[in-house]
């Protein structure tokens, strides 16, 4: 779920790299940084800044069916999304409606009803032109 490849403005909007940045030195008072809930949130958000570094292409060997989700209005922008939708062979692509990057939260509903559909339906590689064709030829035949 709105995953990226680094730690940069090239694939996390710069707003949220603020945000984080803010929570880690202003937001949370000193007291709280010592507790073990604020040492793992701290760790957690250190996490966006020095991880990950993924090459792409490396993406490319992947091969088992692979379910790419964001939301539409997510801390990962939307062409680095894009970017691994299309370095993995067997992909599919899911971007929630009006959805943040907590949307597993926000709609669990959806999120697992989306992930269960993923994990339930067969496999298939769509063709963008035979697939295509081969629907409009479905709806151009008379149903019985």
Same mark, same amino acid.
């Given at each position: 779920m709105a995953a990226n490849l680094n730690p940069s403005e090239e694939a996390i909007y710069p707003e949220v790299i603020a945000f984080?940045?803010? +929570?880690?030195?202003?937001?949370?008072?000193?007291?709280a940084r010592e507790t073990p809930q604020g040492k793992r949130e701290l760790k957690v958000t250190q996490m966006l800044f020095d991880e990950p570094h993924i090459d792409a292409k490396a993406l490319e060997a992947i091969t088992a069916p692979t379910l790419v989700l964001a939301g539409d209005h997510d801390a990962i922008r939307d062409e680095h999304t894009l970017e691994i939708y299309h370095h993995i062979p067997n992909?599919?692509?899911? +971007?929630?409606p009006n959805a943040t990057h907590m949307v597993p939260y926000d709609d669990p509903g959806l999120f697992n009803a989306t992930v269960e559909r993923f994990f339930r339906a067969p496999f298939a590689k769509k063709d963008r032109v035979k697939d295509l064709f081969k629907s409009l030829q479905a709806m151009k035949t008379p149903q019985q």
């Open positions: 984080a940045k803010s +929570i880690m030195m202003d937001s949370m008072p000193a007291a992909s599919q692509l899911c +971007i929630f």
